[in-house]
Protein backbone atom coordinates (compact mmCIF):
# COMPACT_ATOMS: atom_id res chain seq x y z
CA UNK A 1 0.00 0.00 0.00
CA UNK A 2 1.28 3.43 -1.01
CA UNK A 3 1.74 5.90 1.47
CA UNK A 4 -1.08 8.08 0.63
CA UNK A 5 -3.96 4.73 0.21
CA UNK A 6 -1.81 4.17 4.02
CA UNK A 7 -2.40 7.95 5.01
CA UNK A 8 -6.21 7.89 4.06
CA UNK A 9 -7.20 4.68 5.74
CA UNK A 10 -5.06 6.09 9.05
CA UNK A 11 -7.01 9.27 8.79
CA UNK A 12 -10.52 7.02 8.27
CA UNK A 13 -9.73 5.05 11.36
CA UNK A 14 -8.55 7.94 13.28
CA UNK A 15 -11.72 9.75 12.87
CA UNK A 16 -13.99 6.77 13.11
CA UNK A 17 -12.46 5.85 16.74
CA UNK A 18 -12.71 9.47 17.53
CA UNK A 19 -16.13 10.27 16.64
CA UNK A 20 -17.23 6.82 18.71
CA UNK A 21 -15.36 7.25 21.68
CA UNK A 22 -15.76 11.03 21.89
CA UNK A 23 -18.44 11.28 24.78
CA UNK A 24 -16.24 8.98 26.81
CA UNK A 25 -13.44 10.92 25.98
CA UNK A 26 -15.21 14.29 26.99
CA UNK A 27 -16.75 12.60 30.36
CA UNK A 28 -12.97 11.91 31.26
CA UNK A 29 -11.74 15.50 30.67
CA UNK A 30 -14.81 17.68 31.78
CA UNK A 31 -14.35 15.44 35.32
CA UNK A 32 -10.92 15.40 35.67
CA UNK A 33 -11.24 19.14 35.06
CA UNK A 34 -13.54 19.95 37.36
CA UNK A 35 -12.66 17.65 40.22
CA UNK A 36 -9.08 19.13 39.93
CA UNK A 37 -10.80 22.44 39.80
CA UNK A 38 -12.15 22.09 43.03
CA UNK A 39 -15.87 22.10 42.20
CA UNK A 40 -17.82 19.28 44.55
CA UNK A 41 -20.49 17.38 42.67
CA UNK A 42 -24.12 17.17 44.56
CA UNK A 43 -25.14 14.46 46.23
CA UNK A 44 -28.04 13.62 48.23
CA UNK A 45 -27.52 11.80 51.62
CA UNK A 46 -30.70 10.15 53.60
CA UNK A 47 -30.30 8.61 56.68
CA UNK A 48 -31.93 5.10 57.36
CA UNK A 49 -33.31 4.15 60.31
CA UNK A 50 -32.55 0.26 61.06
CA UNK A 51 -33.87 -1.62 63.02
CA UNK A 52 -32.05 -1.96 66.68
CA UNK A 53 -30.86 -5.51 65.97
CA UNK A 54 -29.81 -5.08 62.56
CA UNK A 55 -26.15 -6.72 62.11
CA UNK A 56 -23.77 -7.31 59.27
CA UNK A 57 -20.56 -8.66 58.79
CA UNK A 58 -18.08 -7.28 56.87
CA UNK A 59 -16.48 -10.94 56.17
CA UNK A 60 -19.15 -12.45 55.35
CA UNK A 61 -19.11 -14.48 51.70
CA UNK A 62 -23.19 -13.55 51.12
CA UNK A 63 -22.44 -9.94 52.56
CA UNK A 64 -24.33 -8.93 48.95
CA UNK A 65 -27.42 -10.73 49.45
CA UNK A 66 -27.74 -9.77 53.34
CA UNK A 67 -27.04 -6.21 52.61
CA UNK A 68 -30.19 -6.56 49.80
CA UNK A 69 -32.43 -8.26 52.41
CA UNK A 70 -32.08 -5.84 54.85
CA UNK A 71 -32.60 -3.17 52.35
CA UNK A 72 -35.51 -5.16 50.43
CA UNK A 73 -37.19 -5.02 54.60
CA UNK A 74 -36.98 -1.14 54.61
CA UNK A 75 -38.76 -1.21 50.63
CA UNK A 76 -35.51 -0.23 49.01
CA UNK A 77 -33.95 -1.90 46.11
CA UNK A 78 -30.81 -1.43 44.48
CA UNK A 79 -29.25 -3.30 41.74
CA UNK A 80 -25.67 -3.87 43.59
CA UNK A 81 -23.24 -5.58 41.61
CA UNK A 82 -20.45 -5.88 44.51
CA UNK A 83 -19.94 -4.19 48.23
CA UNK A 84 -16.76 -2.75 49.16
CA UNK A 85 -15.97 -3.38 52.60
CA UNK A 86 -13.19 -1.69 54.74
CA UNK A 87 -12.47 -1.53 58.09
CA UNK A 88 -16.20 -2.66 59.01
CA UNK A 89 -17.51 0.21 56.43
CA UNK A 90 -19.50 -1.51 53.58
CA UNK A 91 -20.68 0.53 50.44
CA UNK A 92 -22.39 -0.94 47.56
CA UNK A 93 -21.35 -1.30 43.99
CA UNK A 94 -21.99 0.47 41.47
CA UNK A 95 -21.68 4.51 43.08
CA UNK A 96 -22.02 6.03 39.80
CA UNK A 97 -26.16 5.39 40.80
CA UNK A 98 -28.25 5.30 43.72
CA UNK A 99 -26.07 3.36 46.52
CA UNK A 100 -26.04 2.77 50.45
CA UNK A 101 -23.63 2.62 52.82
CA UNK A 102 -22.84 0.30 55.98
CA UNK A 103 -20.70 1.15 59.06
CA UNK A 104 -21.06 -1.76 61.83
CA UNK A 105 -20.33 0.06 65.07
CA UNK A 106 -20.13 -1.29 68.61
CA UNK A 107 -23.49 1.47 69.00
CA UNK A 108 -25.47 -0.98 65.89
CA UNK A 109 -25.42 -0.90 62.00
CA UNK A 110 -25.76 2.89 60.82
CA UNK A 111 -26.68 2.86 57.30
CA UNK A 112 -27.36 5.57 54.67
CA UNK A 113 -28.89 5.87 50.80
CA UNK A 114 -26.72 7.88 48.56
CA UNK A 115 -28.41 9.62 45.32
CA UNK A 116 -25.59 11.17 42.93
CA UNK A 117 -25.97 13.95 41.34
CA UNK A 118 -25.12 13.81 37.40
CA UNK A 119 -21.44 15.30 38.32
CA UNK A 120 -21.14 12.83 40.91
CA UNK A 121 -22.01 9.81 38.68
CA UNK A 122 -19.59 11.06 35.79
CA UNK A 123 -16.82 11.15 38.42
CA UNK A 124 -17.38 8.14 39.86
CA UNK A 125 -17.91 6.21 36.12
CA UNK A 126 -14.67 7.98 35.33
CA UNK A 127 -13.23 6.40 38.39
CA UNK A 128 -14.04 2.89 37.50
CA UNK A 129 -16.64 2.49 39.88
CA UNK A 130 -19.76 2.41 37.75
CA UNK A 131 -21.11 -1.19 36.58
CA UNK A 132 -18.89 -3.70 35.21
CA UNK A 133 -20.31 -3.14 31.59
CA UNK A 134 -18.66 -0.11 31.48
CA UNK A 135 -15.58 -0.59 32.95
CA UNK A 136 -15.00 -3.25 30.23
CA UNK A 137 -15.97 -0.26 27.94
CA UNK A 138 -13.40 1.81 30.02
CA UNK A 139 -10.77 -0.34 29.03
CA UNK A 140 -12.33 0.10 25.21
CA UNK A 141 -11.91 3.32 25.35
CA UNK A 142 -8.53 3.65 26.73
CA UNK A 143 -6.83 1.39 24.50
CA UNK A 144 -8.90 3.75 21.49
CA UNK A 145 -7.60 6.78 22.87
CA UNK A 146 -3.79 5.49 22.88
CA UNK A 147 -4.63 4.58 18.91
CA UNK A 148 -6.39 7.84 18.36
CA UNK A 149 -3.30 9.70 19.45
CA UNK A 150 -0.49 7.74 17.56
CA UNK A 151 -2.76 7.19 14.83
CA UNK A 152 -2.82 10.89 14.59
CA UNK A 153 0.99 11.36 14.94
CA UNK A 154 1.33 8.67 12.30
CA UNK A 155 -1.02 10.67 9.76
CA UNK A 156 0.90 14.30 11.06
CA UNK A 157 3.98 12.61 10.55
CA UNK A 158 3.17 11.26 6.94
CA UNK A 159 1.89 14.44 5.69
CA UNK A 160 4.98 16.73 4.60
CA UNK A 161 3.02 19.98 5.24
CA UNK A 162 2.57 18.97 8.91
CA UNK A 163 5.42 16.86 10.11
CA UNK A 164 7.35 20.02 11.24
CA UNK A 165 4.11 21.25 13.20
CA UNK A 166 3.63 18.06 14.38
CA UNK A 167 7.47 17.41 15.53
CA UNK A 168 7.17 21.24 17.57
CA UNK A 169 4.14 20.11 18.82
CA UNK A 170 5.04 16.87 20.44
CA UNK A 171 8.44 18.11 21.48
CA UNK A 172 6.59 20.96 23.66
CA UNK A 173 3.69 18.76 24.45
CA UNK A 174 6.55 16.32 26.41
CA UNK A 175 8.21 19.00 27.98
CA UNK A 176 5.18 20.50 29.46
CA UNK A 177 4.48 17.13 30.89
CA UNK A 178 7.39 16.57 32.01
CA UNK A 179 8.20 20.41 33.09
CA UNK A 180 4.82 20.38 35.08
CA UNK A 181 4.71 16.44 36.52
CA UNK A 182 7.63 16.00 37.32
CA UNK A 183 9.99 18.98 37.68
CA UNK A 184 8.02 21.24 38.70
Known sequence: MNKVKTRKLLILFHLFL????APS??????TGALDQAGIEPAIEDIDLILPAESRLDPNSLTLKQDIS???AAQNIYLD???VRSRNGKMTTRPTSRTFARFDQT??????????PGLQYSMMELHK???PAIFKTYQIIAGIALFLVIIGGLIVGLLA????????VSLSLGTLLFLGFGFAA
Do not use: N, W
Request: proline share 0%.
Open 18 to 21: AALL
Open 106 to 115: TDGLQASLHK
Open 128 to 130: GHG
Open 69 to 71: RLL
Open 80 to 82: IES
Open 160 to 167: KAYRKSVL
Open 25 to 30: FLMVGI
